[in-house]
């Protein structure tokens, strides 16, 4: 049966789930000397290419590990959401049958789209958390420009690794699913 089909949870599937969170959560870390510098669009672009909807999974064990070790402070709440414009962009894009040389450029855009919106993305919370008005939040966005453009930068080369990933992924759950 499809890996998209099947509605019930296993104990491997939440062995997987786990580890790729923690995965995610572990190449944060590694990567954390170059900021704004990182394999998180990666990731979750492979993950949901390959579980769809359940790479909600992993996602949170990745936003939960680094609530844990980082604090559960201000910086910490959008996390809670700020993945979610990327993983339904893949759920989205990823349904359309398009040939591999237009998938792969397609999946870095998008990685790189949402790199370069992350600053966009966080600041409606800033400004909730901080009580910024929308003129301050709009400087705020602004000012993080160089960082986002790293960011983009960063999910853009990332996001060449989509393809080769999800279907490294999808293999192993074939093979998991069929020995």
Same mark, same amino acid.
């Given at each position: 049966?499809?890996?998209?089909?099947?509605?019930?949870?296993?104990?491997?599937?939440?062995? %997987?789930?786990?580890?790729?969170?923690? #995965?995610?959560?572990?190449?944060?870390?590694?990567?954390?000397? !170059?900021? +704004?510098?990182?394999?998180?669009?990666?990731?979750?672009?492979?993950?949901?290419?390959?579980?769809?909807?359940?790479?909600?999974?992993?996602?949170? #064990?990745?936003?939960?590990?680094?609530? !844990?070790? *980082? *604090?559960?402070?201000?910086?910490?709440?959008?996390?809670?959401?700020?993945?979610?414009? $990327?993983? $339904?962009?893949?759920? !989205?894009? *990823?349904?359309?049958?398009?040939?591999?040389?237009? @998938?792969?450029?397609?999946?870095?855009?998008?990685?790189?789209?949402?790199?370069?919106?992350?600053?966009?993305?966080?600041?409606?919370?800033?400004?909730?958390?901080?009580? !910024?008005?929308?003129?301050?939040?709009?400087?705020? %966005?602004?000012? *993080?420009?160089?960082?986002?453009?790293?960011?983009?930068?960063?999910?853009?080369? &990332?996001?060449?690794?989509?393809?080769?990933? &999800?279907?490294?992924?999808?293999? $192993?759950?074939?093979? @998991?699913? +069929?020995?």
């Amino acid at each position: 049966m499809p890996l998209s089909t099947r509605s019930r949870l296993c104990t491997g599937d939440l062995v %997987i789930y786990s580890v790729l969170g923690s #995965v995610m959560f572990a190449s944060k870390i590694a990567m954390a000397a !170059l900021p +704004n510098i990182h394999l998180l669009a990666l990731f979750i672009a492979s993950c949901t290419l390959t579980y769809r909807a359940k790479a909600l999974i992993p996602l949170y #064990v990745y936003v939960m590990l680094d609530g !844990l070790f *980082g *604090g559960f402070s201000f910086w910490w709440f959008p996390y809670l959401y700020i993945w979610l414009p $990327l993983w $339904l962009a893949f759920m !989205l894009f *990823g349904k359309l049958r398009l040939p591999t040389a237009l @998938r792969a450029p397609l999946y870095m855009a998008l990685c790189g789209l949402h790199g370069l919106s992350f600053g966009t993305l966080y600041a409606p919370a800033q400004a909730l958390m901080f009580g !910024l008005g929308f003129k301050a939040m709009l400087a705020w %966005i602004i000012a *993080g420009l160089p960082f986002d453009i790293i960011h983009a930068i960063s999910g853009l080369a &990332s996001g060449a690794l989509v393809l080769p990933l &999800s279907s490294l992924l999808q293999k $192993l759950e074939k093979r @998991r699913h +069929n020995p």
